[in-house]
């Protein structure tokens, strides 16, 4: 069964830093794509960066230069390193999975595997 299951949610100011962990089961983790993506109240979902089998990533516009996914493959884990947070970035942020042959997309119907979500709250 597959499984992706987030954590390192919390309340930061803005400035600071985070960083998020899937953690994955069930299959192959260096065989898949991934994406973290989120929401906000209010708003539709957001794909923020994607790392694909092939080790491509890519980053949403907003994110560029402040976020970083990485793979720890011996960990069965994908991380999203989030420095200089801003209230913006307040949403709950969750991951996914999918064969997509190598591409990275932020293109979130293409994955059918996601995990629960964790909070991301960024306030004074």
């Known amino acids: 069964q597959l499984q992706l299951v987030e954590s390192g949610g919390g309340l930061v100011q803005p400035g600071g830093s985070l960083r998020l962990s899937c953690a994955t089961s069930?299959?192959?983790?260096?065989?898949?794509?991934i994406v973290w993506f989120r929401q906000a109240p209010g708003k539709g979902r957001e794909g923020v960066a994607c790392?694909?089998?092939?080790?491509?990533?890519n980053y949403t516009d907003s994110v560029k230069g402040r976020f970083t996914i990485s793979r720890g493959n011996a960990e069965n884990t994908v991380y999203l390193q989030m420095n200089n947070l801003k209230p913006g970035d307040t949403a709950i942020y969750y991951c996914?999975?999918?064969?997509?042959?190598?591409?990275?997309?932020?293109?979130?119907?293409?994955?059918?595997?996601w995990g629960q979500g964790t909070q991301v709250t960024v306030s004074s």
């Open positions: 069930g299959f192959t983790l260096p065989d898949y794509d």
């Open positions: 790392s694909s089998s092939t080790h491509i990533t």
């Open positions: 996914a999975a999918d064969q997509l042959l190598g591409r990275c997309e932020l293109y979130l119907p293409s994955y059918r595997y």
